[in-house]
C-alpha cells in the first residue's frame, strides 16, 4: 500500500474533500436510456425554459448529418452538426458530441485530415454501417442545453450516443 503525503498538511482535508467531490460529481449523472423521449423538431427550442422536460434527458432525434464548415474536437470526440430534415437552409440543427476513430467503430466518426472535404466526412453506425455527409439518421443520447457567448443557447446531443442510419 502507498501512503499519500502531502506538500502541505493544512491542505490535506480540502483536497481530500475536493476529490470525493468531484468523484461523486461523476458518478451521480446517470441517464436512463430505457425509454428515449422522441424529440419533434417543430417544437424544440433550445433557447425556451419550458423545453426542461427533454433536456439532461436520453432522446431519440432523427436528421441529415452534416461535417460542420470548422471541426471542433478534443482528443477523443469532435462535434458535428444534425440538421432538421427537409427544410435545407432553413433548418434547426442540434450539435453532436461524437467519438472519433481510425479505423470502423460503431457510432463513430472516421478521423478528419486538417484540411477536409464534405466527401471525407464518414460516421459508422451502430451496425458499423456508413453514413456520409447529408444523409439521414437517427441518434440516440442526452440532450443538453449549452450557453453561447451571445446569451443564446444551442441544443448539444452527448454521451451515451447510439447511431442508426436511415434506409432509403
Not at 458535428?80 to 476513430?101: C, T
Request: glycine share 6%.
Amino acid at each position: 500500500m502507498k501512503t499519500i503525503q502531502f506538500r502541505n498538511p493544512r491542505r490535506a482535508p480540502l483536497l481530500i474533500l475536493l476529490s470525493i467531490l468531484v468523484f461523486a460529481s461523476t458518478q451521480c449523472h446517470k441517464v436512463d436510456t430505457s425509454n428515449p423521449i422522441k424529440v419533434d423538431w417543430s417544437t424544440l427550442d433550445c433557447n425556451a425554459q419550458n423545453g426542461a422536460d427533454i433536456f439532461a434527458k436520453y432522446v431519440e432525434i432523427e436528421g441529415h448529418l452534416h461535417a460542420p464548415g470548422i471541426l471542433l474536437c478534443s482528443s477523443k470526440e469532435c462535434q458535428i452538426d444534425l440538421y432538421q430534415p427537409g427544410l435545407g437552409q432553413e433548418a434547426k440543427n442540434v450539435l453532436v458530441m461524437i467519438p472519433v476513430a481510425e479505423a470502423a467503430q460503431p457510432n463513430s466518426l472516421r478521423k478528419l485530415p486538417s484540411q477536409y472535404e464534405s466527401t471525407d466526412f464518414l460516421v459508422w453506425d451502430e451496425s458499423s454501417k456508413e453514413i456520409g455527409h447529408n444523409q439521414m439518421a437517427t441518434l440516440y443520447g442526452e440532450l443538453v442545453r449549452e450557453s453561447t457567448p451571445s446569451g443564446n443557447y444551442n441544443c448539444k446531443l452527448q454521451k451515451p450516443i447510439r447511431i442508426i442510419k436511415k434506409e432509403g
